[in-house]
Every structure is written in C-alpha cells, then in structure tokens.
C-alpha cells in the first residue's frame, strides 16, 4: 500500500429512486486506506443504533444496524476487485431480527474503532470504522476494540455401564461396556476434530460410574448436549436395529421401552442402594422437566441421529422412543441415548466389534448432531457463527442511464464485462438511451 491517502468510491450513487423510507438506510459505503489503517464509511439517512464485532475462522467484521436496510441507489454490496486495504470483500444481508448486517472479509485479525458521525456540509449521517492490523503499530485507540470471542460447544459422552457391570453380553461374549467405550471414544476423537467443538468423555476407562454421577459430571463441565451410548439385548436374536431414546416423565413408548429402562437403570445399584428416583433434588428436576425445553431439543436432537443411523444401519423404530432413563434427567441439557444395535444379535454383535463400523456408527451420531445444531443453534458458541449461512451475494444491480454514459463505462465502474451487461440485458451492440434502466450482474462469491 502506498502511504498516500487513497481514497475509492466502492458504488456509486447511479439510481435516484425518491420515497423517503422512515428506515435508517445504507445509502452508500466508502473505503479508503491510510497507512495501515482501512477507513470504511456507511453512509446512512439517519442515525442508528449499531453493533460491531469480530468473527474468526475466516477473519470477518460484522456490523449490524438496527432496523436499517439497504438503500435502493446501491441494491447491493459490489464485490472490490483485488480488495481495499484489509478489506477483501463485502456483503449484507437481513438477520432474523429485521437487523441489517454487514459483513467484512478482512486480511486477519483487525483493531476495530468505530463512531457515528453528523452531518456537514459534504456528507449525511455516517458510520465510520477504522481497522487496523493488530500486530501492527496502529493509530487506532485500543478503547473501542469490541473483539468477541465465541465459546466451544461442549458434548458430554456417556459409554454405558462398565467395570463390574459389564452391561447386555452378546452370545459371542462381547460386552457392552467394552462397545460402548470404542464409539464412544471414537465419537469424541470425531467431535474434536471439528472445529468449535470439545468433548467430554464420561467414563474413559473400564470403570462403574453410577448414573446420577454421569449427568453430573456432563452438568460440571457445562455440556450443551449429553449422548448415551448403549447396545440393546432381548431373548429374541433375531431382533436387529438402532434405536433413539429420550427421556419420558409420564411412562414409556412400549412395554419394551419400560423393560429396557429398568435394565439400564439397574447400573444405578451400587453397594446394594438404588439411587436417584426418590431423592429430592431428582424430584426437583423432574418439576422442571415439565417446562418441558430440553424434552423437546432432545427429542428433536434424537430424530435427527436417528434419521443419520439410518443412513448406515438399520433402524429399530424409525422414530424417537420415550423411558424413564435416570441418565437422561438433566432439566437443561438435551440428552438422548442411543442403543447403537442388538448386541443380542449375531451379525449385529459382529459389526459392533468391527472398528470401521463403529466408526461409521460415531460418524452417524456426529452428523446428526451437526443437523440439529444447524436448527436448533446454541448461541455464543463458534458453531452457531459458523452456520449462519454467509448472505446469499446479490445478483445484480440496476443502473439508470444519464446522459454521456456508455456501456464500457459502466462496465468499467462496475468491474464486470460489457459482455456480461450485454447478455444480462439482451443487448446487441453498444446502443443504450438515457432513461433505460440496466442490471448489472454483480460477482458473487469467490
Ligand atoms: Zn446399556
């Protein structure tokens, strides 16, 4: 960058479309670069409240704007050929809230400053931001540096059983303890793995741990979400299948359901003492489990693992089943158990050995945890920044022709072919009149 002040006009102002709107609105943006500094300028109809903030993974700034909106003279954000200063891209778009966001692609991580500016004679309102390298010597105040910084989302997984209860025996004499602990440390090997995401194993040794203990533990370490993994046993051999379960304060799916509940729970003995259900801080739990939130996201965070099982394994029931599991009473954490397959059957009891199915068995459970976080987002954590689609880039852009414009003019100010504003507007030749309205095909992406 050379030290002179440079200045860029990013879009100019090309339409003059009257209705005042009584929402604040972005009637251009200006970026100039000052030394190491990028000054980006929003010009606005009027003042508003606004939001500055840092993202990373890509390096980003977001503005939001209150109730604002894009003004028609710049229908959308023009990509900057070869970027501006820190600046490499621009886009917008409208957040749920009715909020205008703007989004900057920046070089790294930036000091931010920011203030909002009167009028004068040459300029309106405006929002002014100054960014600068923060492992450069900068001019800009470290006061007004707002960088946030989003949290991991936290995944407690539950192997059951172990130690001495080693859980269902399939007749090959596989344990269920010892199947549960190797997807169970293959699902966190998985989640660590991804970027914002942190897991806690439970039990990571063959060791009992009792049941109360286990929501504990997750609720310790503040888990958004709590997995149980399981293998299911019955008399019947020939029964096959994964299956979802949450939990149920008022009975059971099936008589199955309730049979399989009291087996699971039965790891709950420990020196001969049944624990949690009648203790009151269990009585607690249960009062606010009839607010009924996390019996909702965990069945919703159910349906979706389910539907990703079933994508590699055959399914039991092909939807979320109801018991009164003691594991799965956390009052605020969704939670969900899942019987992986019948360590009862054979071929069933075969794949659960089998190191590549366990490992797509993880595989299934993280996805489907992917899925649901995408609808259900946990905020202030890095995932949800993630997921929030980028704004879909804006396609084109009206241009009214004045007087003395020509089409490689246009192209140029635009940086898009006249090829391109050709074939957009059916045009042959290079005959355009004064009045006519063009859209500009803006680049999007890349
Ligand atoms: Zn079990």
Known sequence: MKSAFRYFLLVTSVLCMGAASA???????????????????????????????????????????????????????????????????????????????????????????????????????????????????????????????????????????????????????????????????????????????????????????????????????????????????VEDRRASGASVYRLSTNGASNEGARRLAARENSAGYVGGVILAEQEPVVAKVLMDLSQGYALEKSDKLGQEVLDELAKITKVHRNKVQNAAFIVLKSPDIPSILVETAYISNPSEEAKLRNKTHQRKLASAILNGMRDYLRSNPIEETLVAATDRRPPAPVSSVKHVISSGDTLSEIAERYSVSVAAIRSENNLRGNRIRIGQTLKIPVMAGS
């Open 23 to 233: 929402r604040p609105v972005v009637e251009n943006i200006r970026l100039s670069v000052d030394k190491n500094t990028t000054r980006i300028v929003l010009d606005l109809s009027q003042t508003t409240k606004y939001n500055i903030f840092s993202l990373q993974g890509p390096d980003r700034i977001a503005i939001d704007l209150d109730g604002s909106e894009i003004g028609n003279r710049l229908a959308g954000m023009q990509e900057l050929p070869g970027g501006v200063g820190a600046v490499s891209r621009i886009r917008s778009s409208v957040q749920p809230n009715g909020n205008l966001r703007v989004v900057l692609d920046v070089a790294g991580p930036m000091r931010l400053r920011s203030f909002m500016a009167g009028p004068t004679n040459n300029y309106a309102d405006r929002l002014v931001i100054d960014l600068a390298p923060q492992n450069a010597q900068s001019t800009v105040q470290r006061a007004s540096d707002v960088r946030r910084k989003e949290r991991d989302l936290v995944i407690a997984i539950d192997p059951g059983h172990g130690g001495h209860d080693p859980g269902a025996i399939g007749r090959g004499k596989t344990r269920e303890k010892d199947v549960t602990l190797a997807i169970g440390r293959q699902l966190a090997a998985q989640i660590n793995a991804e970027p914002g995401m942190k897991a806690i194993l439970i039990r990571d040794g063959d060791h009992l741990i009792d049941l109360r203990e286990r929501m504990e533990k997750a609720r310790r370490q503040n888990a958004d979400l709590f997995i149980s993994i399981h293998a299911d046993a």
